[in-house]
């Protein structure tokens, strides 16, 4: 097979049994599974959750976005080799780690193969949070430009580009748009205030005001938990995304869990330690996809202008990227994964005729 056939880049048209239209996303493709399915899975597998619970197929796919368009490459490469499998590893990875540091279970009940998670529904809080450890990116962006307050919280005036914080900075979003919260804009993405999440800690669909001290643990022992890990590779822990919704176990017990991805070169930003230290950064995320295309194409200011986003559009649709260039972000992609679970990472030779054979043989989703 070719490089490009072993590139997942469509996961919206398995055979999956569903009566739910296939949400698909940027990466992700979510096949909700029938009430019977659902029922039938949680008690083969003995998974621990109540037992109508909701499940779900979600699929990962090799696409790249950036700068809000998805991106393919020449000979039919319409995604970057070995993405999804580095990205489903890294966060099994930190996702089993934070249940053995006692801090919260996620949505994913199992990982049949290395491109799919079978999920439980989850009820999401609806933020994004960002946590920040040194001062890079857009946040230095607005610091350069005279911005001293971020999400309510003041910071010094003598800071330096991507330099260390003197604490880990939490700067959350919201999560879609939310409707009648005094101070947020009806937008989706705006930034909030710990204020605003404890007075109105119902429109954020937090249970009570007490698991937000919960929701701050999470994110401040979750954050350290991946920082340490990857100090002792010599990585530095930037930045990077979490998510957070509500389920209920098999005991009827209702509980705060992580959600979504965590830890990845997609949600965080990962640097080079030795590099760091000598002044230099070197990305280990998709940074490095970024820069490649702001330096591929001569008129970069298409991809930061949000004035332009039809040439935007127009650019990423009519333009092949070179094989090397994806190649360049694989290696990336797929190195940082293999320094972090401590192995090779596993690449699929034919990935979509791998998980129907494993779907229908061993969970009977398939007919």
């Not at 029938?34 to 779900?56: C, F, M, N, W």
């Not at 409707?179 to 993405?189: F, K, L, N, R, W």
């Not at 959600?259 to 640097?271: A, K, L």
């Not at 930061?304 to 559009?313: A, F, G």
Request: proline share 5%.
């Amino acid at each position: 097979m070719s490089l490009a056939d072993k590139v997942l880049a469509v996961n919206n048209d398995l055979p999956i049994r569903t009566n739910q239209p296939v949400h698909s996303g940027k990466v992700r493709s979510v096949y909700w599974l029938t009430e019977a399915d659902s029922r039938r899975l949680i008690q083969e597998k003995g998974y621990d959750v109540a037992e109508d619970a909701p499940l779900a197929i979600m699929v990962i796919s090799d696409r790249i976005s950036a700068f809000e368009c998805i991106w393919h490459g020449e000979g039919g490469m319409n995604g970057v080799p070995g993405k999804g499998a580095a990205l489903n590893a890294i966060s099994n990875h930190w996702f089993k780690l934070f249940r053995e540091n006692g801090l919260a279970d996620s949505h994913i009940l199992d990982i049949p193969h290395p491109f799919v998670w079978i999920v439980q529904k989850a009820k999401p809080v609806m933020i994004e949070a960002i946590c920040r450890q040194y001062i890079t990116g857009s946040m230095w962006r607005s610091y350069a430009k005279g911005e001293r307050e971020f999400c309510g919280m003041q910071i010094a005036d003598d800071l330096q580009k991507d330099q260390k914080l003197p604490e880990l900075l939490i700067t959350p979003s919201t999560k879609g748009i939310l409707t009648g919260i005094p101070g947020v804009p009806e937008v989706d993405d705006v930034n909030i205030s710990r204020d605003d999440i404890v007075n109105n800690h119902e429109a954020f669909h937090f249970r009570s005001q007490d698991d937000i001290a919960i929701y701050e643990k999470l994110l401040k022992e979750g954050f350290d938990v991946i920082s340490d890990e990857l100090e002792k590779i010599d990585q530095v822990f930037v930045d990077t995304k979490f998510e957070f919704g509500y389920v209920t176990d098999a005991a009827g017990q209702e509980k705060l869990i992580y959600m979504d991805e965590v830890g990845t070169p997609d949600s965080s930003r990962i640097w080079d330690g030795p590099s760091y230290r000598e002044g230099k950064i070197v990305e280990n995320s998709k940074e490095v996809f970024r820069q490649e295309l702001l330096n591929f194409f001569p008129d970069p200011d298409i991809l930061i202008n949000k004035d332009r986003m039809e040439e935007r559009y127009a650019l990423a649709k009519d333009n092949a990227l070179p094989v090397a260039l994806l190649q360049k972000v694989s290696d990336t992609y797929v190195g940082i994964a293999e320094k972090i679970i401590g192995e090779k990472l596993p690449l699929s030779e034919n990935p979509k005729a791998e998980i129907i054979e494993i779907l229908r043989n061993d969970y009977g989703l398939i007919d």
